[in-house]
């Protein structure tokens, strides 16, 4: 049972099993990359009895809910028995309340880690050349989630972004995707281009029976036009900021052009020397 769980600190106690009735105290930690999808937490706990030294450092799954062995800090095998005890001891309730907790500490790196202290690999090829759309749950997997219903129906929202670097853009692709009544996400997906400035769309994939429209309208609705514009924004800036030199990059993986010489067949194939034709 936890009695307390507040900031960074933890007390629990074993309410079954072997260490039933055993108190303990200590912290946890979060991973503070707000690009990172990892689901851990870090739990650093000792005994509560004045005569007991042994601490315990462990990493629990708080979506899978159970211990991790691996992470920054070394686990070790005492580690993993304790965390494996820990787990099996955490009522449903407080499970929830940690996941809780999680995704609001993640919410809150997101919104508040200064763009400079971000790093993100983006796959600037694919952006600049294949006009790949970048998700912005792709990049910020905790990002606060755009869910809504719609009559009995419930969705959530997937949207995209176009940051190549000459593009001017106003636009998202959106895709709405609907949740099942145990929260998972099913169904086929409906996608849209949706203007962000002056709220006009287009379907782009409408593969469910949907009313788009009405879809729409709920998007306009809780004004989270407003919110793709600011994360548009964000996007580009980061891509900005954290691409490598693009057209350095291109230059450098070019292979030398080995030049022709006057009395070779022409590259162009027509079977004359080089001389007496491109020349």
């Given at each position: 049972?936890?009695?307390?769980?507040?900031?960074?600190?933890?007390?629990?106690?074993?309410?079954?099993?072997?260490?039933?009735?055993?108190?303990?105290?200590?912290?946890?930690?979060?991973?503070?990359?707000?690009?990172?999808?990892?689901?851990?937490?870090?739990?650093?706990?000792?005994?509560?009895?004045?005569?007991?030294?042994?601490?315990?450092?462990?990493y629990i799954d708080v979506l899978k809910r159970e211990p991790l062995e691996t992470g920054i800090k070394a686990v070790t095998r005492k580690d993993m028995e304790f965390a494996g005890l820990f787990a099996k001891d955490i009522s449903d309730e407080d499970w929830k309340e940690f996941y809780e907790f999680f995704k609001n500490v993640k919410k809150y790196i997101i919104d508040n880690t200064p763009l400079s202290k971000i790093q993100i690999d983006f796959p600037a090829d694919s952006i600049e050349n294949h006009s790949r759309m970048v998700g912005y749950y792709e990049t910020f997997p905790y990002a606060e989630m755009l869910n809504f219903k719609l009559d009995d129906a419930s969705y959530t929202i997937d949207d995209q972004y176009c940051l190549k670097t000459n593009c001017s853009c106003k636009h998202t692709v959106i895709g709405f995707i609907p949740i099942s009544e145990d929260g998972e996400l099913n169904g086929k997906t409906d996608y849209i281009y949706f203007n962000y400035i002056n709220k006009t769309w287009e379907i782009e994939a409408h593969d469910s029976e949907a009313d788009i429209a009405r879809l729409v309208g709920k998007v306009i609705e809780n004004k989270w036009h407003i919110l793709f514009k600011e994360r548009h924004k964000k996007l580009k800036t980061l891509y900005k900021m954290n691409k490598n030199d693009f057209k350095s990059a291109q230059k450098n993986s070019v292979a030398p052009v080995k030049k022709t010489g006057r009395n070779a067949p022409c590259p162009c194939g027509s079977g004359k020397k080089y001389k007496k034709c491109c020349m």
């Open positions: 049972m936890i009695s307390v769980f507040d900031g960074d600190k933890i007390e629990f106690t074993f309410d079954a099993g072997k260490k039933k009735g055993e108190k303990y105290t200590g912290d946890f930690h979060i991973c503070d990359s707000p690009t990172c999808s990892c689901t851990s937490i870090l739990f650093n706990l000792k005994s509560g009895r004045p005569d007991e030294t042994e601490e315990f450092h462990f």
